[in-house]
T-cell receptor, first 115, second 114 residues
Framework: GESVGLHLPTLSVQEGDNSIINCAYSNSASDYFIWYKQESGKGPQFIID?????DKRQGQRVTVLLNKTVKHLSLQIAATQPGDSAVYFC??????????????FGTGTSLTVIP | DSGVTQTPKHLITATGQRVTLRCSPRSGDLSVYWYQQSLDQGLQFLIHYYNGEERAKGNILERFSAQQFPDLHSELNLSSLELGDSALYFC?????????????FGPGTRLTVL
């Protein structure tokens, strides 16, 4: 299977600081990437996505950067708030002729925001 | 609340048994995805249905099967259960078929196999 790895399993930041969560992916054919947030006891929640033909995409307080040269994805959260405390997953999408759209997830980074 | 419902919330059963997990997608969504989340394997894509038809198959074991009904709800059947099948099972729905259609996840079903 494909490998989507996260560099840091845990991250603690002070409230108000910026957070950066990193993700490495292994397949250069991956076309689409998604960041999810998962709070305790809940299902994953879409945060932001990016296509492989882009290198940056911004949302509300979040930015995703894609570096295809080194197969690296990052999620930046500006002015981190206590409500941002959660596990963050990156996901990678590939399309295979026989098995269709496949989604591969990283192991997750646990973000803790210190008030 | 994502609008996706899953039942039951918790399920405890024994090895060798068979269970059915149910998912109701958001109103208007035609796609349903099933995922397994375990401590050792993380989140894994199992299968995708669109408007009643299987569209993609991921890491789904042969002991597992799924279907999507005409009313668009979906069921995931797990048979000959093993201890290692203990996990959270999520379904997600999206409006269309495309990979870029945002997926909305349900609250999950926690399966414990004893």
């Amino acid at each position: 299977g494909e490998s989507v790895g996260l560099h840091l399993p845990t991250l603690s930041v002070q409230e108000g600081d910026n957070s950066i969560i990193n993700c490495a992916y292994s397949n250069s054919a991956s076309d689409y990437f998604i960041w999810y947030k998962q709070e305790s006891g809940k299902g994953p929640q879409f945060i932001i996505d990016i296509r492989s033909n882009m290198d940056k995409r911004q949302g509300q307080r979040v930015t995703v950067l894609l570096n295809k040269t080194v197969k690296h994805l990052s999620l930046q959260i500006a002015a981190t708030q206590p409500g941002d405390s959660a596990v963050y997953f990156c996901a990678e999408n590939l399309i295979y002729p026989n098995t269709g759209n496949q989604f591969y997830f990283g192991t997750g980074t646990s973000l803790t925001v210190i008030p | 609340d994502s609008g996706v419902t899953q039942t039951p919330k918790h399920l405890i059963t024994a090895t060798g048994q068979r269970v059915t997990l149910r998912c109701s997608p958001r109103s208007g969504d035609l796609s349903v995805y099933w995922y397994q989340q375990s401590l050792d394997q993380g989140l894994q894509f199992l299968i995708h249905y669109y408007n009643g038809e299987e569209r993609a198959k991921g890491n789904i074991l042969e002991r597992f099967s799924a279907q999507q009904f005409p009313d668009l709800h979906s069921e995931l059947n797990l048979s000959s259960l093993e201890l290692g099948d203990s996990a959270l099972y999520f379904c997600a729905s999206s409006v269309g078929l495309a990979d870029y259609n945002e997926q909305f996840f349900g609250p999950g079903t926690r399966l414990t196999v004893l």
